[in-house]
Structures are given as structure tokens and as C-alpha cells.
DNA sequence: CAAATTATTGCAAAGATTTGCAATAAGAAC
DNA sequence: GTTCTTATTGCAAATCTTTGCAATAATTTG
């Protein structure tokens, strides 16, 4: 999605365009993959003053519009432009963390339309488990038995 | 799983069984569907007394040990038992839940299993979406277009 | 373009969660 | 049962995030 679009349907839909959301739509769309608000607050030009919780509504408020994607679990909140769907495969263990592809949850989201309505918006989930290395380690690293 | 299993296993792995665990674990046992660290805080026997922390800390670690799951997204953060494996359909729009059977989720863990390798433990997961109800409306209740 | 309306911001305070560290106590070793 | 080892706790402070509210500024209206 282009920044210009994003912009556009906000407009549309009744939000006001301040200086401080340009501020951050132009920040995030110079950002590279992951961020946390901190990192947002860094990247900023100095001379646009955004209060953090200025930053923490508006990145809020893209999640709501698929813009961004928070990773389920991190502290502090790690945050994604939506471009191509994807998912990560977290381990629980050691911290990995490794892409899947969409069209894998295909067919799950086929299912929870059609036995409840329900439109899943999973364009970004993070999935916890055991990655290959990790299999049969606790979580103190103790080997079972 | 009962108490007194995860007692066990807790113990051979070499966690210590203190007084606070064992107030915590008996409180939690005592608790339906889903709470709080407050409301373990506002259970515990007045005569145990448990700092904060270790609550925090106490739940984190059966978390860990798949006793317990925290529901994605929610603040302050909820927990559940982990007693019949199910998932929550959260809607983003009126927050409504609903619970939906483990077995739709089959098919894509034994793909991440077979693909990566990865063994996923979903066994609590919170889906965000929208439900029927809320199906073509924006964030602030305005209907689009 | 000025006035009216109200979404948005900044600030400060509250709330939620995590963390470092010295004191305590569980379990192991003797 | 006493001593030793070290996991765990409580406390206080730090961190992360949310929230109420008065002041500000983006749109709408006239």
C-alpha cells in the first residue's frame, strides 16, 4: 500500500491529517522492517515534535487500519508495514524467528467464514512453538530426562 | 492436567517448590475461565502474601509449561487454564469472543511441522477479525462508503 | 475568509509489566 | 539435622503503555 493511499482513505473515513501524522506516515514508510515506538520517536526530523503518545495512538490507530501489524508478544511492541503477508514461526526456546508463507492459513480462514462468519485478519501473526533446534529442551535449557 | 502433575513436573526439573507457588497454584486451581494477576492477587488467602511480581512472574512460568495461556492483546493481560484445547475469535470491532475447536487447525500445523520443522504450540490462540455484526464498519463505528 | 465544530495533541498522571539486587529459603550434600 | 548451594522472593526502581482533560488546530459551514 502507498503512503498517498493511506492518507487518502483516512481522510475519507473522517480523520484529520495533522502535522503529526504526516510526520510519522513519512518516518514508518523510511523505516525497514520491525520498529518499536522508540525507534519511531528516533527517526523523527527533530524540528517535528511528536509526543510518544501521540506516536503510540497513531500506530494504533494504522494496526486498526491494516496498515501496521504488531508482533503478538514483544515488549516493547515491534511493529510492521503490512506489505506482503506473512507470518513468523517464534520459538519459544531460543527466540528464532522465521517467515511462513500466507497461503498456508488458506483454508483455516475458509473455515472460520463459513461456520461463523467470521473474517479472520491474520496478516501478520506470530506463532509460538519449538523451532527445530529447540525440540526437546525446557525453558530453563535442561534437557527433558 | 491437574495440580498436583504440574507439582511434579514442575519439581523435576528442578523448580523449587515454594510456599508462594503452591498458594498461587492453589488459588489458580480455584479460579473459572479467565482472570487477571489482580484477580489472583484479590484470591490469595490473606495469610500468603505474595508480592506482585512473583505473580507475574509465577504465571509467566506456567505459561511456559503450557499450564497456562494468555490471551493475546488483552491489557491487563488475561490468563486460562489450559484445560480443553481451544482457540477465541476476538473481534476487533466490538471486542465480542467466541470460541472455535482446536481440530481446524490440523492441516497448517502439521505443515509448519513438516515444512520447518517447527513444532507450533497453539494450544490457546487469540484470532483478531471481525465477526458477522461488525463486517462493513470502519474502527469508529462509521460505516464505510 | 471568519466563525463554529470537534478531532487531535501534549502533558501529566495512572496503570501494567519487567528487572536488578540483596535477603531468604528450598533442596542437595554431608 | 546442619551446612552448603543457588533458585526464588520482595522491594524499589525502571520501562512500557494507556488515559483524562484542557489547549490546539483541521475541517466544515456560512
Not at 5 to 21: A, C, E, F, N
Request: charged share 25%; aromatic share 8%; glycine share 6%.
Amino acid at each position: 500500500m502507498r503512503k498517498q493511499d493511506v492518507i487518502k482513505q483516512l481522510q475519507q473515513v473522517g480523520y484529520r491529517m495533522t502535522s503529526q501524522r504526516l510526520a510519522l506516515l513519512d518516518t514508518i514508510w523510511n523505516l525497514e522492517g520491525h520498529f518499536t515506538v522508540e525507534a519511531v520517536r528516533g527517526r523523527l526530523p527533530q524540528d517535528a515534535s511528536v509526543d510518544i503518545s501521540t506516536i503510540y495512538r497513531t500506530l494504533e490507530l494504522l494496526c486498526e487500519f491494516g496498515v501496521l501489524y504488531p508482533l503478538a508478544g514483544s515488549v516493547p511492541t515491534e511493529y510492521e508495514r503490512g506489505e506482503v503477508p506473512h507470518h513468523h514461526l517464534v520459538c519459544r526456546n531460543c527466540g528464532a524467528v522465521r517467515m511462513v508463507d500466507e497461503y498456508h492459513f488458506d483454508d483455516l480462514l475458509h473455515h472460520l467464514l463459513e461456520e461463523h462468519g467470521f473474517v479472520a485478519e491474520l496478516t501478520h501473526f506470530a506463532i509460538p512453538g519449538r523451532c527445530r533446534e529447540c525440540q526437546d529442551i525446557t525453558p530453563q535449557g535442561l534437557a527433558i530426562e
